[in-house]
């Protein structure tokens, strides 16, 4: 039923202007009391095509006009995806067929309605916990799906910011469904767009969408890594790494490499680059080796102010954050996760390709590496 109040707020969401209210809402201000049912029949909706990372689907960073709803589609795929170049298989559940899921991308105060579809040629149940919803186990309540099952859940972006969204369809397959790569992230951008401590807005000329997952890879008598005919199949002797909480794998998107060499993310120098940054298993900490974090929100959420020249910030496992960096100079950056065991033994390193002219003035090479020999000519005696 609608109240005269309701109808008047309808009638001006329908028209143009974002009104005060909305501009200015928090997650309270943005809770509608049960009492006051939304109509939503008067709501925009908007349909987006989602895209598989590091890369995001076309946004508006300042939303135009009124909240909408904002539609979705995920397929969940359960299949086998090479984790490295040595061959090494993982049994993967993923959504939409990628690891990590594709980064989702709304405004404040809009709905999110997605259907989530399991294919009858699935093994498993699944289900979605978005840690940017409030109630029902944050949609995984709702959401279990069995195989040959399709799901619609809508929620309202009441709180700004990144958020982890993972499978948890319940007790020991929540932590494995998420190890096999069932985790993506939302973003959540205020209406009126990224602002800098100050308040002043921000852009951002690209996102790159990088999700950090742990791996627990079984080996068999010899030491090599063990392959599976299915998910189930490999159940227990996954479960036995996982308990042992030392990861054989750490990758970023989904592979060893996966953002490196001929797929290192691009840039350009004076280009603002938005980094989303997702783990929801485990703790993480991004560091981009020959840069910084201009604006960092580290705890990925856009009501509490950026800090400032971050060199590596820190992501709480279940969680997403957010770090702006304009290039400044050109080169080849390492983006990495700054355990450096996990970055360089482990996998957990991109590249960023940076082109551009060098600024002398950041950085010069007075004098190139050469053997010293007679010609030293510092002031301390060489011992
Ligand atoms: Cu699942």
């Given at each position: 039923?609608?109240n005269?109040?309701?109808?008047?707020?309808s009638?001006?969401?329908?028209?143009?202007?974002?009104?005060?209210?909305?501009?200015?809402a928090?997650?309270?201000?943005?809770?509608?009391p049960?009492?006051e049912?939304?109509?939503?029949?008067?709501?925009?909706?908007?349909?987006?095509?989602?895209?598989?990372?590091?890369?995001?689907?076309?946004?508006?960073?300042?939303?135009?006009?009124?909240?909408?709803?904002?539609e979705?589609?995920m397929?969940?795929?359960?299949?086998?995806?090479?984790?490295?170049?040595?061959?090494?298989m993982?049994?993967?559940?993923?959504?939409?067929?990628?690891?990590?899921?594709?980064l989702?991308v709304?405004?404040e105060?809009d709905y999110v309605?997605?259907?989530?579809?399991?294919?009858?040629?699935?093994?498993?149940?699944?289900?979605?916990?978005?840690?940017?919803?409030?109630?029902?186990?944050?949609?995984?309540?709702?959401?279990?799906?069995?195989?040959?099952e399709l799901?619609v859940l809508?929620f309202k972006?009441?709180?700004?910011?990144?958020?982890?969204?993972?499978?948890?369809?319940?007790?020991?397959m929540?932590?494995?469904?998420?190890?096999?790569?069932?985790?993506?992230?939302?973003?959540?951008l205020p209406?009126?767009?990224?602002?800098d401590?100050e308040?002043?807005?921000?852009?951002?000329?690209?996102?790159f969408?990088?999700?950090?997952?742990?791996?627990y890879?079984?080996?068999?008598?010899?030491?090599e890594?063990?392959?599976?005919?299915?998910p189930?199949?490999?159940?227990?002797?996954?479960?036995?790494?996982?308990?042992?909480l030392?990861?054989?794998?750490?990758?970023f998107?989904?592979?060893?490499?996966?953002l490196?060499?001929?797929?290192?993310l691009k840039?350009?120098?004076?280009?603002?680059?938005?980094?989303?940054h997702?783990?929801?298993?485990?703790?993480?900490r991004?560091?981009?080796?020959?840069?910084?974090?201009?604006?960092?929100w580290?705890?990925?959420k856009?009501?509490?102010?950026?800090?400032?020249d971050?060199?590596?910030w820190?992501?709480r496992g279940g969680s997403?954050?957010?770090?702006?960096?304009?290039f400044?100079?050109?080169g080849?950056?390492?983006?990495?996760?700054?355990?450096l065991?996990?970055?360089?033994?482990?996998?957990?390193?991109?590249?960023?390709?940076?082109e551009?002219?060098?600024?002398?003035?950041?950085?010069?090479?007075?004098?190139?590496?050469?053997?010293?020999g007679?010609s030293?000519?510092?002031?301390k005696?060489?011992p």
């Amino acid at each position: 039923m609608m109240n005269r109040r309701n109808a008047l707020k309808s009638a001006i969401f329908a028209t143009m202007a974002v009104p005060a209210l909305i501009q200015k809402a928090s997650a309270e201000e943005a809770f509608t009391p049960v009492a006051e049912k939304v109509d939503l029949s008067k709501f925009k909706r908007k349909k987006i095509e989602l895209v598989k990372p590091p890369f995001v689907h076309e946004h508006d960073q300042v939303a135009k006009g009124a909240p909408s709803v904002v539609e979705f589609e995920m397929t969940i795929v359960e299949k086998e995806m090479e984790i490295d170049d040595e061959g090494t298989m993982l049994q993967a559940m993923t959504f939409d067929g990628s690891v990590p899921g594709p980064l989702m991308v709304v405004h404040e105060c809009d709905y999110v309605e997605l259907t989530l579809i399991n294919p009858e040629s699935n093994s498993m149940p699944h289900n979605i916990d978005f840690h940017a919803a409030t109630g029902g186990l944050g949609g995984g309540a709702l959401t279990l799906v069995n195989p040959g099952e399709l799901t619609v859940l809508r929620f309202k972006a009441t709180r700004p910011g990144t958020f982890v969204y993972h499978c948890a369809p319940g007790g020991p397959m929540i932590p494995w469904h998420v190890v096999s790569g069932m985790s993506g992230a939302i973003m959540i951008l205020p209406r009126d767009g990224l602002k800098d401590p100050e308040g002043k807005s921000v852009k951002y000329d690209t996102v790159f969408y990088i999700g950090e997952n742990d791996l627990y890879i079984p080996k068999d008598e010899d030491g090599e890594y063990k392959r599976y005919e299915s998910p189930g199949d490999s159940y227990s002797d996954t479960v036995e790494v996982m308990n042992g909480l030392i990861p054989s794998h750490v990758v970023f998107n989904g592979k060893v490499g996966a953002l490196t060499g001929d797929n290192a993310l691009k840039s350009k120098v004076g280009e603002t680059v938005l980094f989303i940054h997702s783990q929801a298993n485990r703790d993480t900490r991004p560091h981009l080796i020959g840069g910084h974090g201009d604006l960092v929100w580290e705890t990925g959420k856009f009501n509490n102010p950026p800090e400032r020249d971050l060199e590596t910030w820190f992501i709480r496992g279940g969680s997403a954050g957010a770090a702006l960096y304009r290039f400044r100079q050109p080169g080849v950056y390492a983006y990495v996760n700054h355990n450096l065991i996990e970055a360089v033994n482990l996998g957990a390193t991109a590249h960023v390709v940076v082109e551009g002219e060098w600024n002398n003035d950041l950085m010069e090479q007075v004098k190139a590496p050469i053997a010293f020999g007679q010609s030293y000519l510092g002031k301390k005696a060489l011992p």
